[in-house]
């Protein structure tokens, strides 16, 4: 079976860091999606790791550990709008199902 | 990049009626599309994953003659909800993955905007 666990809600101040972590069970793992969503949106693409390692874009940066069954996406210089809920979700690959975490809803404070 | 266009993006219909989805990927073709739920404050539950040509593969406790899917080419994949009830209101939106310029590669899942469902 799949299973994904990540924090519900997550609370950080604008212009800090912030580590959401995530963890897996699945059978079958190609790689390691994260997604943004807004309220009411459709889920915003963030990063895709399928190697272990750090991969850095910007702001935001994903980690992976396959061996650990183990991701965090790190959120740098936060700012209001990154209020958002945070998505990590299990690729078992090509046709095969992507499985989402409950999300972390993060809340920017001033 | 890639799109896909899901619509409607809201639904209001009364109990009993059957409501039909649509996702179109428009600049690459979906191998695969994958049907989500969403009801408020939760994440995203996967229905049923549909490659096509082929049947849907439903994720167990969904109905696969309530929620029917069709993915019968590679750029149109429908969900129907048949006899919609008010527990069936929900947040529907689908992602797609596949092959084609626009998809850049097989990876990445591509979203819909979405179809907020509300059932009188």
């Known amino acids: 079976g799949q299973n994904i666990d990540q924090p519900t809600e997550m609370t950080a101040t604008e212009g800090a860091i912030v580590q959401i972590n995530c963890t897996y069970q699945?059978?079958?793992?190609?790689?390691l999606f994260w997604y943004q969503q807004h309220a009411g949106e459709a889920p915003t693409f963030l990063s895709y790791?399928?190697?272990?390692g750090l991969e850095e874009k910007g702001r935001f940066s994903s980690f992976l550990s396959r061996s650990k069954g183990y991701s965090y996406l790190l959120l740098k210089e936060l700012q209001m709008k990154d209020s958002a809920s945070y998505l990590c979700?299990?690729?078992?690959?090509?046709?095969?199902?992507?499985?989402f975490g409950i999300g972390t809803k993060l809340q920017v404070i001033p | 990049g890639a799109v896909v266009s899901q619509h409607p993006s809201r639904v209001i219909c009364k109990s009993g009626t059957s409501v039909k989805i649509e996702c179109r990927s428009l600049?690459?073709?979906?191998?695969?599309m994958f049907w989500y739920r969403q009801f408020p404050k939760q994440s995203l539950m996967l229905m049923a994953t549909?490659?096509?040509?082929?049947?849907?593969?439903?994720e167990q406790g969904v109905e696969k003659d309530k929620f029917l899917i069709n993915h019968a080419s590679l750029t149109l994949s429908t969900l129907t909800v048949t006899s919609a009830h008010p527990e069936d209101s929900s947040f529907y939106i689908c992602?797609?993955?596949?092959?084609?310029?626009?998809?850049?590669?097989?990876?990445?899942?591509?979203f819909g905007s979405g179809t907020q469902l509300s059932v009188l």
């Open positions: 992602s797609a993955r596949g092959v084609g310029q626009g998809a850049a590669t097989n990876e990445k899942l591509f």
């Open positions: 699945t059978s079958g793992f190609n790689g």
């Open positions: 790791n399928v190697l272990d």
């Open positions: 979700a299990a690729d078992s690959g090509g046709y095969q199902k992507v499985t």
């Open positions: 600049d690459f073709q979906a191998t695969t």
């Open positions: 549909s490659n096509e040509g082929s049947k849907a593969t439903y």
